[in-house]
């Protein structure tokens, strides 16, 4: 079966503290491995993606990602969070199913 | 604007009523998702539609039918509906069914129709 878990369900944060949200999967096949983020009271959007090639990605607004296939772990990082990252994360992963998403941690950045 | 239009994005109803929600997405793409998202718990994927064809039902209540006209259009049939049933509902789309580990094949995101069951 695929699965996501994401440890973190609520973090709080001061302005330019670092950032790291743990996401671990099962699957033992191929995988594609994601991470979206909901800003309050908009849509889900893509930060960032895992298909092939370099385990280190880096998506938009700073934020990256590391595969660790090893430890079916694909965390997402930030060095300095700001006030508008406030979100909810989610990782997700697609491997023989549609994509499947973790439970989100709820980030909270305070000034 | 994400290129996945919900509507309505607000919906009330009674558990003997029969509404919709509709998805309609201008991305080209041909594959289309129902997803329920309930507080405190993971997005749960409902329904996929791959080329207008059903390729996954993910055990979902009866009382919720889906409809796949054509590649750009899907409909969630809402009947006799229970309170735990309220929650957002998104739609999305790609360019063809994930789930096969093919690479650059993203999905993207309506902004949900958020359902209250009374």
């Known amino acids: 079966a695929q699965s996501v878990s994401q440890h973190n369900h609520h973090v709080i944060l001061s302005e330019a503290a670092s950032l790291e949200l743990g996401c671990n999967y099962s699957?033992?096949?191929?995988?594609?491995l994601f991470w979206y983020v909901q800003y309050p009271g908009q849509h889900l959007q893509l930060l960032l993606k895992?298909?092939?090639?370099?385990?280190l990605v880096k998506g938009i607004k700073g934020f990256e990602a590391e595969f660790i296939k090893s430890k079916f772990s694909f965390n997402l990082r930030k060095p300095s969070v700001q006030w508008s990252d406030t979100a909810e994360y989610f990782c997700?992963?697609?491997?023989?199913?549609?994509?499947?998403f973790g439970s989100g941690t709820r980030l909270q950045v305070q000034p | 604007e994400t290129g996945v239009t919900q509507t309505p994005r607000h919906l009330v109803m009674g558990m003997t009523n029969k509404k919709s929600l509709k998805c309609e997405q201008h991305?080209?793409?041909?594959?289309m998702y129902w997803y329920k998202q309930s507080a405190k718990k993971p997005l749960e994927l409902m329904f996929v539609y791959n080329f207008k064809e059903q390729t996954e039902n993910n055990s979902v209540p009866s009382r919720f039918s889906p409809e796949c006209p054509n590649s750009s259009h899907l409909f969630l049939h809402l009947h006799t509906l229970q309170p735990e049933d309220s929650a957002l509902y998104l739609c999305?789309?790609?360019?063809?069914?994930?789930?096969?580990?093919?690479?650059?094949?993203?999905?993207?995101f309506g902004e949900g129709s958020w359902l209250t069951v009374v």
């Open positions: 991305l080209g793409h041909n594959a």
């Open positions: 999305a789309s790609s360019q063809d069914r994930e789930g096969s580990g093919r690479s650059g094949n993203t999905i993207y």
């Open positions: 997700a992963v697609n491997g023989r199913r549609a994509l499947t």
């Open positions: 699957y033992g096949g191929t995988v594609n």
């Open positions: 895992y298909f092939s090639g370099d385990p």
